[in-house]
């Protein structure tokens, strides 16, 4: 069991020498004086279990070094997230980019459709009805549906042809 004194102790004798260990170990005073805080923390809050039996001093570097190690990889795992996050933002805004750009083209290939063409190509695609309830609705044969669409189809998959690859 470590005392308070035994502690206090141990922390004027060893902190200087840890900071320049841990200095040493991260490259880095900011993070070493992060990692000797973090040993010295856990050492006070373990303290009840904490019997040191060999040197003081080697404990704490051991500690040091351990930790250091652990702070490194848990930095390393958080930027590895972080830098897939980016590449997924960097996705989905280049996705989006071709969808809008998709739709526009959509819209001009619609444009370019004879006018019975395109009203049977929106009364089936985006309205979603039959081929007889857009015959009923137009007043127009089943067949002539067919031929229509057939038709609207052929034309919108010649004027989205470079689009239409990407996605094969």
């Not at 005392?3 to 200095?23: D, G, V, Y």
């Not at 250091?68 to 848990?74: D, G, H, P, V």
């Not at 395109?118 to 044969?141: C, G, H, P, T």
Request: hydrophobic content about 40%; glycine content about 2%.
């Amino acid at each position: 069991m470590l005392e308070l004194r035994s502690f206090e102790r141990i922390f004027k004798e060893h902190h200087a020498h840890c900071l320049a260990f841990a200095i040493h170990y991260t490259g880095d005073p900011y993070e070493a004086e992060e990692v000797v805080q973090l040993v010295f923390s856990q050492l006070w809050e373990k303290r009840a279990h904490i019997v040191i039996t060999g040197s003081e001093r080697s404990y704490l570097f051991t500690a040091i070094r351990n930790t250091a190690i652990s702070q490194w990889r848990k930095q390393q795992v958080r930027s590895e997230k972080e830098n897939s996050f980016g590449r997924m933002q960097d996705e989905e805004v280049h996705m989006s980019m071709q969808a809008r750009e998709l739709e526009a083209k959509l819209h001009q290939a619609l444009e370019k459709l004879p006018e019975r063409c395109r009203e049977v190509f929106i009364l089936s695609r985006r309205q979603q009805l039959k081929y007889a309830e857009i015959a009923s609705v137009m007043n127009i044969s089943v067949k002539t549906v067919e031929n229509q669409m057939g038709k609207a189809l052929r034309i919108l998959h010649e004027e989205l042809r470079e689009y239409l690859n990407l996605f094969l």
